[in-house]
């Protein structure tokens, strides 16, 4: 039959985080030998909270980025982290790994 472990409140999933990026290897990108961009890889952690299950847990996040600035208003960039905390849903503890993988365009003015 149907068996149905969370309700739809239950299921929301909400995460916050303050997070400490270091810029690694700023530089520069080359395009068609005639454009140059000036470009960004950073490393990024932080702690916060994530909400799940009507369940509030400690969570510690790491990743990396790379940013890549058209012009001095517009900027490009792409990331990949990690979200790590213990979860008991089913009863025994364990730790959940979330991957976020997220891309995005900044206009700064």
Request: aromatic share 20%; proline share 1%; charged share 15%.
């Given at each position: 039959g149907q068996v149905s472990l969370l309700?739809?409140?239950?299921?929301?999933?909400?995460?916050?985080?303050?997070?400490?990026?270091?810029?690694?290897?700023p530089g520069q990108a080359y395009f068609a030998s005639r454009y140059t961009f000036n470009t960004n890889f950073y490393l990024i952690m932080g702690l916060g909270a994530t909400e799940f299950a009507d369940d509030n847990r400690f969570t510690i996040n790491y990743g990396a980025g790379y940013q890549v600035l058209f012009t001095d208003e517009l900027a490009w960039t792409i990331s990949a982290r990690q979200h790590i905390y213990k979860i008991d849903l089913?009863?025994?503890?364990?730790?959940?790994?979330?991957?976020?993988?997220?891309?995005g365009f900044s206009v700064f003015f």
């Amino acid at each position: 039959g149907q068996v149905s472990l969370l309700s739809d409140d239950e299921r929301e999933y909400t995460y916050y985080n303050i997070n400490v990026a270091y810029n690694m290897l700023p530089g520069q990108a080359y395009f068609a030998s005639r454009y140059t961009f000036n470009t960004n890889f950073y490393l990024i952690m932080g702690l916060g909270a994530t909400e799940f299950a009507d369940d509030n847990r400690f969570t510690i996040n790491y990743g990396a980025g790379y940013q890549v600035l058209f012009t001095d208003e517009l900027a490009w960039t792409i990331s990949a982290r990690q979200h790590i905390y213990k979860i008991d849903l089913l009863g025994e503890e364990k730790n959940s790994i979330n991957t976020q993988f997220s891309t995005g365009f900044s206009v700064f003015f």
